[in-house]
């Protein structure tokens, strides 16, 4: 029997850590028995993108020619899985069709229901529930099979698991008398169409779910994700995460083990997918410590906290970290007090700046915040406060993002009373609600794409920052930003980042007042902001020619290659070599070399050296021979 688990991601570089788990618990805890039959539980994984056509997944599909297939849903892919469902089932009708996930946990009834190609939902965790399904589906094939030398096989299989089997350290019981009925957590479709609705699952010990990385080459240039805790303490009216209140945690002795296997094998990046990381403080403190005494320099964990409730102690471990070592993703979602209040999010919002400000100052860690647009009580005025008190703790990207009206959801049950109307289809993001109009949240979307091309691209760093004191706000000034975007039709085109340039640029020239001296203080920080990035061969016409000529050029890296002035760290490099890898330019007057080999680990800009007081063949001062902005 195949029983098939797919994922249909949001990108490539994603990984889905569900389909891992459940087919890792089966694979340990399912029957086994002495004859070497194959364990119930063993399963194939197939992860797609939505970026791929949809035919392109079913022919894979068909030809994997599973019995059993699970989907795994969520608001990113749940349309894409729908459109597959009902494709699939005509290619493959006789290979059942199952889905799970918080897609489809809260309206399972619902989806069985508009999709008769279905045979059940597993709802909520799914590793206990989709081990017995498996072995309720291998015991339902065994009682098929026609020949004698098949029925004895079985025999064996079904003796083996009644008896159960030492696996993992420990026996398995199993009844193999199971019904559909008996499974909990799972809503099904009868043979007469009947849709049933079994109990819930109690929530299962998250230190039971195997480690699903073993073969970590599986995942090369991939995101890892990795659970140290299930469930939420907080209650927020628009996350489905406050409906589970059981927070459980790994043990913290095999979480090290884990995140060791992580280190020593030099993972990029792994992501925390705990909803509240730090709600433990003993918990988040063991973590830290961990990956901090044994950091190699190379892999990042990423992780969701509240910021208000990091404490001194946390707070002093997290500035002594190597830069990059951690990055921390913090949900503020609005500064509107009453919003706050409503929504049933417990935060102090004074608190998190003064946190979010101690972590900044340490310059070692990326912090990137939250809002969330069209939550009750927030109009476009209040929205824009918010942004202007979160865009003030100055992270290093600010994610404006729409409500999402989830089902099973508080938010969902009280969308009548806030006139929230959201979209039908997935992700069912905000239209418009007692507060604020559709014609409100248009205005935002173009503000949030200005936020992620100017602020959140890390692109125009110094020339943003002096740009908002031309505004009474920053939040003005991305308005402002938009508006000139949609008076010369600018949305909906794929600009170049040298054209990003000189859209900036243009739009800087025609501010109120602008005067030619100003303007050109701004070409200047254009020039610094691109050159930080990358060392881009062809500049943007209002830039000019290069500041600095290709004699004095040629003398600089003549001399650097004799002497190491300043590229110590070049040695083994010829004069041709470091100037690929560098750049000269004068900015305001002075020299500045662009190290590209160095970076700043938050930000990927070049390493920025102030040739002072000095031409190129000059002698640099003892005390100024380097210095970073």
Known sequence: MKILLAAVNAKYIHSNLAVYSLRAYADVYGSTCGSGLQRPGVTEIA?????????????????????????????????????????????????????????????????????????????????ETFLELTEYWKRETCAEQKTNAERKTCAGQKMCAEQGADTAGETVSYDAAVKMQDILGITWRGEDGTITENSSRPVIDLSRVPFVYSHIEDFRNRIVYYESSRGCPFSCSYCLSSVDKCLRFRDIELVKKELQFFIDHEVPQVKFVDRTFNCRHDHAMAIWTYISEHDRGITNFHFEVSADLLNEEEIRLIRSMRPGLIQLEIGVQSANERTIREIRRTMKLDEVEEKVARIREGKNVHQHLDLIAGLPFEDYESFARSFNRVYGMRPQQLQLGFLKVLRGSLMYERAGEYGLVCQDRAPYEVLYTKWISYADVIRLKRVEEMVEVYYNSGQFPNTVEQLEGEFSSAFAM?????????????????????????????????????????????REWLTLDLYLRDNVKNRPDFLGVCSVTGDESAAFYKREEEERRYLKDYTG?????????????????????????????????????????EEPSGEPGADQAEKCL
């Open 478 to 522: 991305y308005e402002a930003m938009a508006s000139y975007y949609v008076e010369n039709g600018l949305f909906r085109v794929n600009h170049t980042r040298i054209a990003r340039y000189e859209i900036l640029w243009n739009f800087i020239r025609r501010l109120p007042g602008m005067t030619e001296e100003k303007a050109a203080e701004y």
């Open 573 to 613: 490099y010829d004069r041709r070599q470091m100037r690929k890898m560098t750049h000269l330019e004068r900015i305001r007057g002075e020299l500045f070399l662009f190290d590209y080999r160095a970076r700043d680990p938050l930000t990927g800009n070049a390493r920025l050296i102030r040739i002072c007081g």
């Open 47 to 127: 992860e797609y993108t939505i970026n791929q056509p949809v035919d392109e997944i079913l022919m894979d599909l068909y030809e994997r020619r599973p019995d059993v297939v699970c989907f795994s849903c969520y608001l990113w892919n749940i349309s894409y899985v729908e459109q597959i469902v009902a494709e699939l089932a005509k290619i493959l009708p006789e290979t059942r069709i199952w889905l799970g996930g918080p897609e489809v946990s809260y309206r399972a009834d619902e989806i069985l229901r508009h999709h008769p190609e279905l045979e059940g939902v597993m709802r909520g965790e799914g590793e």
